[in-house]
């Protein structure tokens, strides 16, 4: 007993000792951002630890992109944004108060901001400014730049929005701080998270353009914009082609995040509307230098081309120890046909992932049965401790099988899988009030026959489906796929126009206030969101803010596997499969830093182009790379 009170005196001592130092150093500015631990480069941050810091710059990286584009503004829901703008972050035009660390997960390391800084109730963030961040045409960036993005970013764009939600406004401190307000305390994430905020020119959008009309920021454009960032547009053909010019002054290259990186003088992005004439003309060279490949079979049955065999293009497969992504057949909840669970569960037993990664995959996939897959997030046995705990709160609004059941995906392990299988499916149509007749899935009552389309846009995607459409024509599901252009596709998306899609969520080390955008019911009516499924939960909603302001680590992880264990048994989506590795084929005009960053794989903006090896392809290639 004695041994014991000491133990536990010492545990509380630390605990509270823990506290204490939490809060004084609550309100301390902070030069990295962690939500987890420390990073590993502490307070001596020069440069990432894989880059080569005396990268040669020069060169042209080439790359294709499938679809069209017909706007340089990234946050809007209207358009097709071109290559190198995205709807999250800066992309290649914008820099944002903090950069995400490419080789630790949920950590920030400074950019337009060079600090930060919280009380311990988490009511609020300061940010302070670089005092030589500048726009390209040498104007400073400003806090007024900061509050006037902040208002818009959360205005106009459906991610942000949902981002900042509990970020009730920003006001200027000082020429150099800008402080952002909270409607709620304890939202531990939202503090550092304030710096993946894009900071846009306010002056810029604010004026006219060279005809004297007012530019209009929450409408499309293609008048090139202005930017902070290593890259400016130098030109572009509508729709087709644009290419980027590394801007030689850039504020930022010294900075420890940027050393090494940003290398290419240009990078041109050319569009093709076809998936097989991206591949020919990567394979021919001088349009598309390094190829990300998703293809199990291309990755092992296409790559023989002669420009291989010489060793002009290499293959690689890079490892990663990031979270991996949800990717599934996303069911469409605004469609009636998917709003009862025991058919959205019924159309998960006709997905045979075993066959497919055998017969299709050559192996390389392994089966998605998370939405947090690879981390310790993911549910797992049957909830317990803390988890179960929260999931007692809402046991009446739950599957009673949630607390009884492990959650298992079927298995097709032998001949007789199929059959057991499809039945388990027929079982639960007919409990949802649906029955075979003629060979057809109808309603029981009406007669209406279960009909859905899966939406896709590559010849990926109807490999992934074929064999899945097939086991569901065997118990009378009519679904049928069809392909579009990658433009069409992105529209259809952003407004919900599909009844199944085959989408991907990925998720960090340290989930937050993203889930909104994710999973709540807000997100299911605002177009552009990642709720694909059109989820409508009061319960998910509560445990996504359980989450959000999750009291410290253990409890956040217990709230995880929560939300984790109600999304899986809802059976909004039916999972398909990942790989931990990323795969790449790239010509071979590069030179790679020997180490890579596992977390991301690979991080290709610390390559750079090596002219003699450059020169070589292209007098063999005929100009060619």
């Given at each position: 007993m004695t041994v014991g009170r000491t133990v536990l005196r010492s545990l509380l001592a630390a605990a509270l000792l823990t506290a204490e130092l939490q809060a004084a150093h609550a309100d301390e500015w902070r030069t990295t951002s962690s939500l987890i631990g420390p990073s590993k480069y502490g307070d001596k941050f020069q440069h990432y630890d894989y880059v080569n810091p005396d990268a040669p710059k020069g060169g042209t990286y080439n790359s294709v992109q499938l679809g069209t584009f017909d706007s340089f503004n990234p946050y809007i829901v209207q358009g097709s944004p071109a290559a190198g703008l995205v709807g999250f972050g800066g992309g290649l035009l914008y820099d944002t108060l903090m950069d995400q660390a490419t080789d630790e997960g949920s950590v920030s390391h400074?950019?337009?901001?060079?600090?930060?800084?919280?009380?311990?109730?988490?009511?609020?963030?300061?940010?302070?400014?670089?005092?030589?961040?500048?726009?390209?045409?040498?104007?400073?960036?400003?806090?007024?730049?900061?509050?006037?993005?902040?208002?818009?970013?959360?205005?106009?764009?459906?991610?942000?929005?949902?981002?900042?939600?509990?970020?009730?406004?920003?006001?200027?401190?000082?020429?150099r701080e800008v402080e952002f307000h909270f409607n709620q305390k304890g939202n531990r994430e939202l503090p550092k998270i304030l710096g993946d905020l894009a900071v846009l020119p306010k002056h810029w959008w604010e004026g006219t353009d060279a005809n004297g009309k007012k530019r209009d920021v929450t409408k499309p454009t293609l008048e090139v914009p202005l930017g902070s960032a290593a890259y400016k547009i130098a030109s572009f053909k509508p729709g087709s082609e644009v290419v980027w010019q590394r801007v030689p002054d850039y504020w930022a290259a010294k900075l420890p995040v940027k050393i090494g990186r940003e290398n290419f003088d240009t990078e041109r992005f050319t569009y093709i509307l076809d998936d097989n004439a991206a591949w020919q003309a990567f394979t021919k060279g001088g349009f598309d230098d390094i190829k990300p490949e998703n293809s199990s079979k291309r990755w092992k049955t296409f790559y023989d081309f002669p420009a291989v065999k010489a060793g002009d293009v290499i293959k690689h497969e890079f490892k990663t120890t990031s979270p991996e992504p949800m990717q599934a057949f996303m069911l469409n909840q605004r469609r009636p046909l998917f709003q009862d669970r025991l058919v959205r569960a019924a159309l998960t037993y006709p997905f045979d992932f075993e066959t497919m990664n055998r017969t299709l995959f050559f192996g390389f996939n392994t089966r998605t049965s998370s939405y947090f897959q690879g981390t310790e997030l993911a549910s797992s046995g049957l909830p317990r401790g803390k988890e179960l705990e929260i999931l007692e709160q809402y046991r009446d609004k739950l599957p009673p099988e949630l607390f009884t059941q492990e959650f298992k995906l079927p298995v097709y392990d032998s001949p007789q899988a199929e059959r057991k299988y499809l039945k388990q499916a027929v079982d639960l149509f007919a409990q949802a009030g649906w029955v075979i007749k003629g060979g057809k899935m109808v309603n029981a009552k009406t007669g209406e026959p279960f009909k859905f389309e899966i939406l896709g846009t590559n010849d990926t995607d109807q490999v992934i489906s074929s064999p899945y459409i097939a086991n569901l024509r065997k118990i009378g599901v009519d679904a049928t796929l069809r392909l579009i252009d990658q433009t069409q596709y992105i529209n259809r998306v952003n407004n919900f126009d599909y009844d199944?899609?085959?989408?991907?969520?990925?998720?960090?080390?340290?989930?937050?206030?993203?889930?909104?955008?994710?999973?709540?019911?807000?997100?299911?009516?605002?177009?552009?969101?990642?709720?694909?499924?059109?989820?409508?939960?009061?319960?998910?909603?509560?445990?996504?803010?359980?989450?959000?302001?999750?009291?410290?680590?253990?409890?956040?992880?217990?709230?995880?596997?929560?939300?984790?264990?109600?999304?899986?048994?809802?059976y909004y989506v039916v999972p398909q499969y990942y790989r931990a590795v990323v795969w790449l084929a790239y010509w071979n005009k590069f030179g790679i830093p020997a180490k890579q960053p596992s977390y991301r794989g690979a991080d290709t903006d610390s390559w750079w182009i090596d002219p003699e090896k450059e020169k070589a392809l292209a007098a063999k290639y005929k100009g060619g790379n």
């Open positions: 400074p950019l337009i901001a060079d600090a930060y800084k919280y009380p311990d109730d988490y009511s609020s963030a300061t940010y302070r400014l670089d005092p030589r961040a500048k726009w390209h045409d040498g104007q400073p960036i400003t806090v007024d730049d900061v509050i006037w993005s902040f208002q818009v970013l959360k205005a106009n764009s459906p991610q942000y929005s949902r981002y900042f939600e509990n970020v009730t406004d920003a006001v200027a401190i000082s020429d199944v899609i085959i989408g991907q969520l990925g998720q960090s080390e340290s989930p937050g206030n993203e889930q909104r955008d994710f999973w709540s019911s807000k997100a299911a009516d605002a177009s552009g969101s990642r709720n694909y499924s059109g989820i409508k939960n009061p319960v998910v909603d509560a445990l996504v803010d359980r989450i959000i302001f999750a009291t410290d680590r253990d409890d956040l992880v217990a709230a995880t596997h929560a939300l984790d264990r109600v999304l899986l048994w809802n």
